[in-house]
């Protein structure tokens, strides 16, 4: 058995009953806080809970409505705010990926239980004071640059803060100052690995050996390629700025799926249909509850994306439940001639097969009345200069691929490396063109 590095030993281990003592507690404490928010003050007085004594237990939880992206849309911009500006120290805001973003405000203990909790997740993938940490996510209102900023230096990792972009200068740093881990989107590590060669640098100039990556939705397959390819360890990290952003849920060591940190978050996975809640292991939509929020507290936050929790436990010891990789969001579901295709799907399919490079890209159209689904990907160069029939052997190969995961046919186009557009954050990954009505 590897040796497991903690954190916080007592709490990432302790007993069921333990965690949900403390989350009920802190639940208590978390409600008093909504009701002084103008977001959650009538919410929860409809549904009879006008003080934190109303919450007897856990299952109380469930009379609470739900919260969606639009309600901190239209609480705007301070209607879920429960302290005066004076405790505010920060504002960070959503990426916007889904439409106007969302803010949220920090008070002093709001940044210092997330930077706690980044702490511990980082220490849970192994890293340690000796790491040099290269953090390429973007620095700002974005909270994937400043949370791990924080976390990383509590725990001692030397961190450099270069942000996102410049893809030049990332590889030349990472050489100059043999970065061991980074924090980084995987569309942009495999960016960056590609462009190596032409930086005339090998692996073995490079001393990685971790990456944090997170903030998009990604395949078991391409985790693999970019270990594969980096010759790394790579761990899932999941968060979103309604709820802190970055730490809510993190790989350890086992790199078997994310343990949610359920001191600080209440995690439950419901039916997006019926808002039924489902028993472990089944696949859902996860709602959040964050417990330790003083600020903007934010009760049963609907994430709009899908995965399940593990049942059982984790080889590391950790009690805290682990969440499945997410497996696509609620909003970005393509409806092609009628039939249901999630991204993920493609992407599972494409990124397991060798000759395909570091990028692709869905479109989408319209033929006349039909819509018409594009999967375009770059191939490695050598595969790119070969003969016309290999080439069409490896499209037909990839449209048998993909028609056995998505049921239709998609057309496959091959591009030459560095055709695409490349990301530096977040990857825009599907390009829908059939006009709105
Ligand atoms: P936005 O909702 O505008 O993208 P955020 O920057 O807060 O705003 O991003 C949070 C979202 O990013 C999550 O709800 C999720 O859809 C996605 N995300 C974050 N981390 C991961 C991850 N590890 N795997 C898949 N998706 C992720
Ligand atoms: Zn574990």
């Not at 010891?317 to 799907?345: A, E, K, Y």
Request: glycine share 8%; aromatic share 6%; charged share 25%.
């Amino acid at each position: 058995m590897m040796d497991i590095p903690f954190w916080s030993r007592e709490i990432e281990t302790a007993e069921r009953s333990r965690i949900e003592q403390i989350q009920l507690e802190r639940l208590r404490d978390t409600i008093g806080w909504a009701l002084k928010t103008n977001l959650y003050r009538r919410r929860l007085t409809q549904v009879g809970i006008g003080s934190p004594d109303d919450v007897k237990s856990l299952a109380d939880l469930r009379r609470i409505p739900f919260t969606t992206k639009d309600d901190l849309r239209v609480s705007f911009p301070k209607g879920h705010l429960a302290v005066g500006m004076t405790d505010v120290i920060r504002v960070h805001s959503s990426s916007g990926t889904t439409g106007i973003p969302t803010v949220i405000y920090y008070a002093r203990q709001d940044l210092d239980n997330w930077t706690d909790l980044l702490a511990r997740s980082i220490v849970a993938t192994g890293a340690t004071s000796s790491d040099i940490f290269q953090n390429m996510m973007t620095y700002g209102l974005f909270t994937g640059g400043l949370g791990l900023h924080y976390g990383a230096e509590r725990v001692g990792l030397t961190v450099i803060p270069i942000g996102g972009g410049n893809t030049k200068r990332q590889i030349q740093v990472m050489k100059d100052f043999q970065t061991t881990v980074v924090h980084v989107t995987p569309s942009y590590l495999l960016h960056i690995h590609s462009k190596l060669g032409e930086e005339g640098i090998e692996l073995k100039d490079l001393a990685l050996r971790k990456a944090f990556i997170g903030a998009e939705p990604h395949s078991e397959n391409t985790r693999r390629k970019l270990q594969d390819l980096m010759r790394i360890d790579a761990y899932n990290s999941y968060g979103l700025s309604e709820l802190n952003g970055p730490g809510v849920a993190f790989e350890c060591v086992c790199k078997k799926d994310m343990h949610v940190w359920e001191d600080a978050f209440i995690v439950e996975i419901i039916d997006p249909q019926t808002g039924e809640v489902l028993p472990d292991g089944q696949e859902g939509e996860v709602v959040l509850t964050n417990v330790v929020r003083r600020a903007t507290p934010i009760l049963r936050y609907r994430t709009r994306d899908l995965a399940f929790l593990h049942p059982q436990g984790c080889d590391c010891g950790r009690t805290h439940r682990r969440l499945s990789r997410i497996l696509g969001r609620t909003d970005d579901m393509l409806i092609i001639n009628g039939v249901n295709v999630f991204p993920s799907q493609i992407e599972e399919k494409i990124m397991k097969i060798p000759e395909v490079a570091t990028n692709y890209q869905i479109h989408v159209d319209k033929k006349g009345a039909l819509d018409r689904l594009t999967v375009k990907v770059e191939i490695y160069p050598k595969l790119f200069l070969g003969e016309v029939s290999k080439l069409e052997a490896l499209k037909h190969r990839i449209v048998e691929e993909l028609k056995a995961s998505i049921t239709i046919s998609p057309g496959v186009e091959l591009h030459e490396p560095g055709s695409l557009p490349v990301y530096e954050g977040k990857a825009k990954r599907v390009v829908d063109e059939r006009p709105k009505d």
